[in-house]
């Protein structure tokens, strides 16, 4: 168990729905990161927070958002869901940000979009 | 953007053979190297990571060696096992407005016995 906390573990919706992705982090950890795993593109940088402020973002799409609470959890929302966004959403956290840390990962939402 | 290419996609080893995967990547100012390793179903785990003031570091039967000029790094797995089966992930830091680890898309090994 790496201390990382993800729900839901599943996810069904429809296209065009919002659904919202929920992420722990381990004790202490300040940084959470969320990437996207899909069959062929492996794992996608999303976006980044820490201690509550957007740190970095990489490929996420104007459709998603996320935010960072003031007691860390971090939130994913993904909107006007489509086909293609269906995939294995994995939260990610660690101590600092200077992105030479271990990352300890969740377990993972897989959200298909029917 | 900043990239992190990984090689091969697919590897089939027999066990006790050693595999080795590549990785290239993009940015110069990188200068953490880990490397995961995600089994089937399962999340991706920290295996080992280098430091770019390191040229080599060895765990085991894993070693990872990196080359700063060239701007790549390998993963080697020597005397391989059926549970060394999994996909395995590059990853660099890399400068966004911050620094953010981005993964190389995977390599599939698979050790036959």
């Known amino acids: 168990d790496s201390g990382v906390t993800q729900t839901p573990k599943h996810l069904i919706t429809a296209t065009g729905q919002r659904v919202t992705l929920r992420c722990s982090p381990r004790?202490?950890?300040?940084?959470v990161y969320w990437y996207q795993q899909s069959l062929d593109q492996g794992l996608q940088f999303l976006i980044q927070?820490?201690?509550?402020?957007?740190?970095a973002k990489g490929n996420i799409l104007e459709r998603f958002s996320a935010q960072q609470f003031p007691d860390l959890h971090s939130e994913l929302n993904l909107s006007s869901l489509e086909l293609g966004d269906s995939a294995l959403y994995f939260c990610?956290?660690?101590?600092?940000?200077?992105?030479?840390?271990?990352?300890?990962f969740g377990s993972g939402t897989q959200l298909s979009v029917l | 953007g900043e990239n992190v290419e990984q090689h091969p996609s697919t590897l089939s080893v027999q066990e006790g053979d050693s595999a080795v995967i590549k990785c290239t990547y993009s940015?110069?100012?990188?200068?953490?190297f880990p490397w995961y390793k995600q089994e089937l179903g399962k999340r991706p785990q920290l295996i080992i990571d280098?430091?770019?003031?390191?040229g080599e570091k060895k765990d085991q039967r894993i070693a990872v060696t990196l080359n700063k000029t060239a701007k790549h790094f390998s993963l080697h797995i020597t005397e391989t096992q059926p549970e060394d089966s999994a996909v395995y992930f590059c990853?660099?830091?890399?400068?966004?407005?911050?620094?953010?680890?981005?993964f190389g898309k995977g390599t599939t090994l698979s050790v036959s016995s």
């Open positions: 927070y820490y201690n509550g402020e957007e740190r």
């Open positions: 990853a660099a830091s890399i400068r966004q407005a911050g620094t953010a680890l981005i």
């Open positions: 004790s202490g950890d300040l940084s």
């Open positions: 280098i430091r770019s003031n390191v």
């Open positions: 990610a956290s660690s101590e600092g940000t200077e992105g030479n840390e271990k990352l300890f």
């Open positions: 940015d110069s100012a990188s200068n953490y």
